[in-house]
């Protein structure tokens, strides 16, 4: 049994991290490949009303259990199935659910804090940081939490500048450092990711 190929893609929020990670994906659908993201880890609010789930800042490590995820990418990479938990954005808290994940040859990890945790970070053969300006991430942000995450535009902008932004600053643009690829505008930049989807076919080819 080969250890799967593990990739980390980071970001600010609204980066386009997702957008990078389904550019990879579509590109290897004939692989056994697979995206886990680090927000199916937020920690367990259940115990806590709605109201106080709203207070919580979602953008500091603490807010994740990165411990689960580093557990589970150590199951996959022993050829063992996982069970990934889910997450309620609307809610803010765990869904009841869970989503079985079965060794794969690929895993991408995606989230905005996946290179900060340096055991997770040790986990990865490819840390890829797409890195797009924060004006273009608040616009598109808004659209979304509105449009997908039952948020008003007030409370997008109070939690953009009292926790989105600072935490931004403080603990994910530092993680550029630990990049092996940065990728300027994510999936529009079709040069860059073109060159990430070589390299990973070279990888899976037997090259290095
Ligand atoms: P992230 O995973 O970093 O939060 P997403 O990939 O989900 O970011 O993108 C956030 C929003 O921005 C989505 O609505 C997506 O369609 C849009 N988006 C992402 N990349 C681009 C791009 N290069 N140009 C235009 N819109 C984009
Ligand atoms: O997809 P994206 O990378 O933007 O997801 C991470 C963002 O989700 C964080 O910036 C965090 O503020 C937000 N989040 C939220 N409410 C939650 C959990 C996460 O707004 N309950």
Redo the contacts with the bound molecule.
Sequence with gaps: MKKPLIIGVT????????????AILDNFENEKIAMIEHDSYYKDQSNLTFEERTKTNYDHPLAFDTDLLIAQLKELSSDRAVDIPTYDYANHTRSDKTKRQEPVDVVIV?G?LVLENEKLRDLMDIKIF?D?DDDV?II??I??DIEERSRTLDSVIDQYLNAVKPMYHQFIEPTKRYADVIIP?????TVGVDILITKIASILQGGN
């Design positions: 970001g600010g929020s609204a980066s386009g991290k997702t957008s990078v990670s389904h995606e905005i797409v797009t991430r598109r942000r659209r979304r505008e994510g999936v529009s930049n």
